[in-house]
Each structure stands twice: as structure tokens, then as C-alpha cells.
């Protein structure tokens, strides 16, 4: 239930409590001058000197009068919202900024996937070690792929109420203490536990490393950072059965668990059952170079730094954040983070198709950590560390496809301007082309893959099909995703859950059943069987396409904008923000598109008026 925020509250509180009568509102005094925040880091924040230094762009040209919305006393207090121009907003990074930290929380969410399926390397090693037989050891894996899916129920809504950062530095030193103690395993409980911890404390970056990307990139130049970032995920799993085969071939289980640690932060590397400190990486990049980019929370840290300047001056003005207007209390948020991914799962037609395609798919990427052993290692006679190489197929598709991924928004533009021509939005059907050639492809590379698996075919030939494999799984998944967002917007988050955690399930259970499928099948039709299920889900893209409009008109949480009328004579208002837009501003159709939007312009409120001068 949404909760109308006092001015004079606490704006770290989410209490729905009547308030205590307040005193009559003070007469204002000339207003505070309003400044364009260059950063709104903490200043004990580690972040903070760099992102001033590495966000700096030109400043407006010169200084305009922007009093907030509002007559800034405590019934309609001013509304803070960005100024034009303002460099504390993220979409006002410079673009080289922006895609630094793009890259360190793509890279970040690439070492989560990496611990996932490095794993894979030291099943038969721990296995053996611990004498549990080899479905036991593949819990490993499937546990860890649990944490995946339980992970996002829990981080999303903490983001929501405390900021990106904040969860991330919460999680994942955790992330690193599970991976480190599985260096120091001394019976397989032990393993499966710290695992499925892992997995689930390391799910952080899966949940926020999207909404970051959403938080910087306006919508129309998102496509791009949004296949870069898909590539993380995926791409990490097909390294990790490299490194990991090798390292356990050559080191042993134990040295695996290290170099997950090595790579996600400062870690104890097990030598001789002695441990030494090593340098660390990931954890260190993110917590010294990543700021915090989460509109509502910035915004709150800026109505704070008013009202306290307000307060020093004793101008008697009230400044609240436009996203605490109406705001949800912690109890409802985590409610609702627990409960709408799965009423959009099992109500929605859109978001339950797609979680089944997504989940299969997904699901036959984690078979293939068993499969792949069992075609090249155990059929061709390869090593440990040589049979993981076979995923380096896998991994240039991947690449290929991201590369290839800005072709589709030359057809989005096009689709896009003939959008605008007519007043419309741009229908989110114009995100599928690729997903659909993707659709057709990835079959197509799964029947290759299966009748020329056996060791009679010259082992270059399967694993070319398995790169027409990662390419057409790549596109899949990345238009998937911004079809979802696009679709749902304020929901998409919801929407991308449910997603998650259907396709964690699968991811789970599929590698389970690998060796039985194998052994009772066949090389050729345990593969078959796989492409028989992507071929049962190829329609969906084409049939989205086709009928994704009237799917959404006649949903409850995808809205559909009805056709566009002749433009009013005199502007519209903006309708007030929602609870539900207030916790996903950066998930709205138009998001990033206009700056300063929530301020009123020259000419409309005078600065004489409100007494602020905008310096």
C-alpha cells in the first residue's frame, strides 16, 4: 500500500504511521540558491573523488531559472527533480564515463557466471575426493544455479529501497568468503552448502547490473550497452569449464575454488594447506570506480542536501524528492519484489511463453557443461583441460551475435521513426527481428550439433555448430530482454525476475539428467531431443510479432498506447507518478529522453517569483 510521504519526515523512512501534528508552516523568506550538483556520492564514499573528476562534461551555456515544482511549504512542498544539464544525474555522464562503468559491472556479473561453470571442471575430482557419485557432484553446479533464481527475490527489493551500491557491497564480500571456503571443504555438505550460498549472494549483479545499464543509457541508445552486458553472463559460463578443467587437471578442486575467489576479489589462495593473501579484483574495481546510479536514491540524497541548506539559512522551505511523494513502505516493497514475478508468471501469456523459451534454452547451455565432457573427453579421448576448450565454439557465436547485435537497431530506428511520424510509441515488437532469426537458427545448430557429435566426424564440425548455437541464443535472449522492458516498463523488473527464476530452475535441474540421457540415448538422439524442444518453442518470437499488440491491450500490466489523435492545442499535464514508477523510473518508455523535465522552464515560473537563483 502506498504511503503519502510527510516533508518533514525522515527520508530514509518507510513508516505508513499517521503523523504528529506539525506546526503552522513558516513564512518563506527568500528561497536558497539551487545548484546543478556535479556528484552526489557520499563524501565518505570511495567513488566519490573519481566520479567528479570522470563525469565532468561542459556545463549549460549559461545558468537558467529552475525552481522545482511546487510552493515549497510543507502541504505542497518542492518536488526535487534533475536540473537540465545537471552532471549528477547519470544520463548526463559523458559517454566514455558511462561505458567504463558499463564494462566493470558487465565484467562483474561475467565473474559470477564464471564461478557457475568452472565448478564443472572438479566434478569428477570431488566426486571422487569426497566418494559421492557423480550426480551428487553435479549438485554442485545445479545448487549454485538455485541461488540464481532465489538471489534476485531478495536483492531487487533491497536495491529499491537503499540504492544499487549498497546491495552489491552487502553481497558480494559474502560472495567471496562462500568461493573461498570452498577451498577449505573438508566434506562434500560442505561444498553443496557454501554453493547454493554463493550462488545466491553472488545473484546481485544479475539483478542490479541491468537496472545500472537502464539507469545510464537513455532508452534510445540502450540497445547497444544492453547486448554488451548480455555477453557477461553468458560468456562466463563457456570460460569457466576452460579454466576450471585445466586448473583441476593440473592443481586440483581446491585451486579452482581460488581462482573463482582470485577473480571476484581479495582472496586466501590455498598453497599447501597454508593460505597467503592475493591481490584482489573485481570487488575492489566495483567498490572504488562504480557510483551509485539509482534515480530515486539520488534524488533522495539531493532533497536532503536542500532541506539541510534550506534549514542552515532558515528560509522555512521543504524539499522532498519526487519519488517520495507517494512511496511504498519496506514491507510492501519486499512484498511485492517476492510476490508479482510470479503473479506476472502465471498471469501473464507474454511473460510466461518467453520464461519457458528462456528456461529451455538456458537449461540446454547448463546441459552442455555434462554433455560436452561426454562427446569430446570420454568419445574422443581428450583431456580434462582440452574437452573444455571444445566451449570456445559456444563463446565466438556469443561474440559474433553481440557484434552483430546493432543491426536490428537499424530496423528499430526505421520503426521508430515511422512511431514519431504517426504520434506513436514505438512499438515493442520492433525489439524481435533478430530474436526471431535467432529462433530459427538455434534448432538448426542443435540437430548439426547432435549427428555429428560422434567421434566419425572431425571434431571442428560439431563445435562450429555449437558457435551457430551461442550467436542464435545470444539473440534470443538480448531481444527477449528488451522486448520484456519495453512491454512492461514500470513492471519490467517484476517481469525480468520471473524470468530469472524460471530459467534457474531449468538451468538447475537439466544438468542433473545429462548422464542418463547420454548413456540411454545416445551421442546423436539425446542432442536430437534438445533441438526438438527449442524447435517446439521457435514460433513464440513470430507469433509475438504478429499478435504481441492485442497481448498487451489486453493485459493488466503491459500498457499499450492507444493510437495517437491529432496533438492538443495546449500541453497536456503530466499524469503524477505512481508508487510502482517511483521504485522503476529507469524501466519507463521514455526514460533518460527528457532532461529536466520535472522542473519548470524559463519563461513558465520566474526566479523573482520563488525567490531561488540557479547557479
Given at each position: 500500500?502506498?504511503?503519502?510521504?510527510?516533508?518533514?519526515?525522515?527520508?530514509?523512512?518507510?513508516?505508513?504511521?499517521?503523523?504528529?501534528?506539525?506546526?503552522?508552516?513558516?513564512?518563506?523568506?527568500?528561497?536558497?540558491?539551487?545548484?546543478?550538483?556535479?556528484?552526489?556520492?557520499?563524501?565518505?564514499?570511495?567513488?566519490?573523488?573519481?566520479?567528479?573528476?570522470?563525469?565532468?562534461?561542459?556545463?549549460?551555456?549559461?545558468?537558467?531559472?529552475?525552481?522545482?515544482?511546487?510552493?515549497?511549504?510543507?502541504?505542497?512542498?518542492?518536488?526535487?527533480?534533475?536540473?537540465?544539464?545537471?552532471?549528477?544525474?547519470?544520463?548526463?555522464?559523458?559517454?566514455?564515463?558511462?561505458?567504463?562503468?558499463?564494462?566493470?559491472?558487465?565484467?562483474?556479473?561475467?565473474?559470477?557466471?564464471?564461478?557457475?561453470?568452472?565448478?564443472?571442471?572438479?566434478?569428477?575430482?570431488?566426486?571422487?575426493?569426497?566418494?559421492?557419485?557423480?550426480?551428487?557432484?553435479?549438485?554442485?553446479?545445479?545448487?549454485?544455479?538455485?541461488?540464481?533464481?532465489?538471489?534476485?527475490?531478495?536483492?531487487?527489493?533491497?536495491?529499491?529501497?537503499?540504492?544499487?551500491?549498497?546491495?552489491?557491497n552487502v553481497s558480494y564480500p559474502l560472495f567471496v568468503l562462500f568461493n573461498?571456503?570452498?577451498?577449505?571443504?573438508?566434506?562434500?555438505?560442505?561444498?553443496?552448502?557454501?554453493?547454493?550460498?554463493?550462488?545466491?549472494?553472488?545473484?546481485?549483479?544479475?539483478?542490479?547490473?541491468?537496472?545500472?545499464?537502464?539507469?545510464?543509457?537513455?532508452?534510445?541508445?540502450?540497445?547497444?550497452?544492453?547486448?554488451?552486458y548480455a555477453l557477461a553472463p553468458f560468456l562466463g559460463p563457456v570460460l569457466?569449464?576452460?579454466?576450471?578443467?585445466?586448473?583441476?587437471?593440473?592443481?586440483?578442486?581446491?585451486?579452482?575454488?581460488?581462482?573463482?575467489?582470485?577473480?571476484?576479489?581479495?582472496?586466501?589462495?590455498?598453497?599447501?594447506?597454508?593460505?597467503?593473501?592475493?591481490?584482489?579484483?573485481?570487488?575492489?574495481?566495483?567498490?572504488?570506480?562504480?557510483?551509485?546510479?539509482?534515480?530515486?536514491?539520488?534524488?533522495?540524497?539531493?532533497?536532503?542536501?536542500?532541506?539541510?541548506?534550506?534549514?542552515?539559512?532558515?528560509?522555512?522551505?521543504?524539499?522532498?524528492?519526487?519519488?517520495?511523494?507517494?512511496?511504498?513502505?519496506?514491507?510492501?516493497?519486499?512484498?511485492?519484489?517476492?510476490?508479482?514475478?510470479?503473479?506476472?508468471?502465471?498471469?501473464?501469456?507474454?511473460?510466461?511463453?518467453?520464461?519457458?523459451?528462456?528456461?529451455?534454452?538456458?537449461?540446454?547451455?547448463?546441459?552442455?557443461?555434462?554433455?560436452?565432457?561426454?562427446?569430446?573427453?570420454?568419445?574422443?579421448?581428450?583431456?580434462?583441460?582440452?574437452?573444455?576448450?571444445?566451449?570456445?565454439?559456444?563463446?565466438?557465436?556469443?561474440?559474433?551475435?553481440?557484434?552483430?547485435?546493432?543491426?536490428?537497431?537499424?530496423?528499430?530506428?526505421?520503426?521508430?521513426?515511422?512511431?514519431?511520424?504517426?504520434?506513436?510509441?514505438?512499438?515493442?515488437?520492433?525489439?524481435?527481428?533478430?530474436?526471431?532469426?535467432?529462433?530459427?537458427?538455434?534448432?538448426?545448430?542443435?540437430?548439426?550439433?547432435?549427428?555429428?557429435?560422434?567421434?566419425?566426424?572431425?571434431?571442428?564440425?560439431?563445435?562450429?555448430?555449437?558457435?551457430?548455437?551461442?550467436?542464435?541464443?545470444?539473440?534470443?535472449?538480448?531481444?527477449?530482454?528488451?522486448?520484456?522492458?519495453?512491454?512492461?516498463?514500470?513492471?519490467?523488473?517484476?517481469?525480468?525476475?520471473?524470468?530469472?527464476?524460471?530459467?534457474?530452475?531449468?538451468?538447475?535441474?537439466?544438468?542433473?539428467?545429462?548422464?542418463?540421457?547420454?548413456?540411454?540415448?545416445?551421442?546423436?538422439?539425446?542432442?536430437?531431443?534438445?533441438?526438438?524442444?527449442?524447435?517446439?518453442?521457435?514460433?513464440?518470437?513470430?507469433?509475438?510479432?504478429?499478435?504481441?499488440?492485442?497481448?498487451?491491450?489486453?493485459?493488466?500490466?503491459?500498457?499499450?498506447?492507444?493510437?495517437?489523435?491529432?496533438?492538443?492545442?495546449?500541453?497536456?499535464?503530466?499524469?503524477?507518478?505512481?508508487?510502482?514508477?517511483?521504485?522503476?523510473?529507469?524501466?519507463?518508455?521514455?526514460?533518460?529522453?527528457?532532461?529536466?523535465?520535472?522542473?519548470?522552464?524559463?519563461?513558465?515560473?520566474?526566479?523573482?517569483?520563488t525567490g531561488h537563483q540557479v547557479v
Amino acid at each position: 500500500m502506498a504511503a503519502t510521504l510527510s516533508p518533514y519526515s525522515s527520508f530514509s523512512s518507510t513508516e505508513t504511521a499517521a503523523p504528529s501534528p506539525l506546526p503552522p508552516a513558516p513564512k518563506l523568506r527568500d528561497g536558497i540558491r539551487i545548484a546543478r550538483y556535479t556528484s552526489l556520492e557520499h563524501p565518505a564514499s570511495l567513488v566519490a573523488p573519481l566520479s567528479r573528476v570522470l563525469s565532468t562534461v561542459p556545463a549549460p551555456a549559461s545558468p537558467e531559472p529552475n525552481p522545482y515544482k511546487g510552493s515549497g511549504t510543507r502541504e505542497d512542498p518542492y518536488l526535487v527533480d534533475w536540473l537540465p544539464g545537471e552532471l549528477a544525474n547519470p544520463y548526463n555522464w559523458k559517454s566514455s564515463y558511462r561505458w567504463f562503468v558499463t564494462a566493470i559491472v558487465a565484467i562483474s556479473t561475467l565473474c559470477i557466471a564464471f564461478a557457475s561453470s568452472s565448478y564443472s571442471g572438479a566434478i569428477a575430482d570431488i566426486s571422487g575426493r569426497f566418494g559421492v557419485s557423480t550426480e551428487v557432484g553435479i549438485l554442485g553446479l545445479s545448487l549454485y544455479v538455485v541461488g540464481f533464481g532465489v538471489g534476485p527475490l531478495l536483492w531487487a527489493p533491497l536495491s529499491e529501497m537503499t540504492g544499487r551500491v549498497f546491495s552489491f557491497n552487502v553481497s558480494y564480500p559474502l560472495f567471496v568468503l562462500f568461493n573461498m571456503a570452498g577451498a577449505l571443504a573438508q566434506n562434500i555438505e560442505t561444498v553443496l552448502v557454501i554453493r547454493f550460498l554463493a550462488g545466491t549472494f553472488g545473484s546481485a549483479p544479475l539483478t542490479n547490473a541491468g537496472g545500472q545499464i537502464s539507469d545510464m543509457w537513455a532508452v534510445h541508445e540502450r540497445a547497444l550497452a544492453t547486448s554488451f552486458y548480455a555477453l557477461a553472463p553468458f560468456l562466463g559460463p563457456v570460460l569457466g569449464p576452460i579454466v576450471g578443467g585445466f586448473t583441476d587437471e593440473f592443481a586440483g578442486f581446491r585451486w579452482v575454488f581460488a581462482v573463482q575467489t582470485i577473480f571476484v576479489g581479495p582472496l586466501p589462495a590455498f598453497y599447501r594447506d597454508k593460505l597467503t593473501q592475493k591481490g584482489a579484483v573485481m570487488l575492489v574495481l566495483s567498490v572504488l570506480f562504480v557510483p551509485e546510479t539509482y534515480a530515486p536514491t539520488l534524488l533522495r540524497r539531493k532533497a536532503v542536501k536542500l532541506q539541510k541548506q534550506a534549514d542552515e539559512e532558515g528560509t522555512g522551505e521543504v524539499f522532498v524528492s519526487k519519488f517520495d511523494v507517494v512511496r511504498k513502505a519496506k514491507a510492501e516493497i519486499v512484498k511485492t519484489g517476492l510476490t508479482r514475478p510470479f503473479a506476472l508468471l502465471f498471469r501473464e501469456l507474454i511473460v510466461a511463453c518467453l520464461a519457458i523459451y528462456a528456461a529451455i534454452i538456458y537449461g540446454t547451455l547448463y546441459l552442455f557443461f555434462e554433455a560436452f565432457p561426454i562427446v569430446f573427453e570420454e568419445n574422443r579421448g581428450w583431456s580434462l583441460g582440452v574437452s573444455g576448450l571444445s566451449f570456445l565454439g559456444i563463446g565466438v557465436g556469443l561474440v559474433v551475435g553481440t557484434a552483430l547485435t546493432p543491426l536490428n537497431g537499424i530496423y528499430y530506428r526505421r520503426a521508430a521513426a515511422r512511431a514519431a511520424a504517426r504520434g506513436e510509441r514505438t512499438p515493442p515488437e520492433a525489439r524481435l527481428p533478430l530474436c526471431c532469426v535467432g529462433a530459427v537458427m538455434l534448432p538448426v545448430a542443435l540437430f548439426w550439433f547432435a549427428w555429428t557429435s560422434t567421434p566419425n566426424v572431425h571434431w571442428l564440425v560439431p563445435i562450429v555448430a555449437s558457435g551457430f548455437f551461442g550467436c542464435g541464443f545470444l539473440w534470443i535472449f538480448t531481444a527477449m530482454m528488451m522486448y520484456i522492458i519495453d512491454s512492461y516498463t514500470i513492471y519490467a523488473a517484476s517481469a525480468l525476475a520471473a524470468n530469472a527464476v524460471a530459467r534457474s530452475v531449468f538451468g538447475a535441474v537439466f544438468p542433473l539428467f545429462a548422464t542418463y540421457m547420454y548413456t540411454n540415448l545416445g551421442l546423436q538422439w539425446a542432442g536430437t531431443l534438445l533441438a526438438f524442444l527449442s524447435l517446439a518453442c521457435m514460433p513464440m518470437p513470430f507469433l509475438f510479432w504478429k499478435y504481441g499488440a492485442f497481448l498487451r491491450r489486453k493485459s493488466k500490466y503491459a500498457p499499450s498506447a492507444p493510437l495517437a489523435s491529432a496533438p492538443a492545442a495546449t500541453p497536456q499535464p503530466k499524469e503524477p507518478i505512481t508508487a510502482d514508477e517511483a521504485l522503476e523510473p529507469e524501466y519507463a518508455a521514455d526514460a533518460g529522453e527528457h532532461d529536466g523535465e520535472g522542473v519548470h522552464q524559463e519563461g513558465v515560473v520566474s526566479a523573482e517569483k520563488t525567490g531561488h537563483q540557479v547557479v
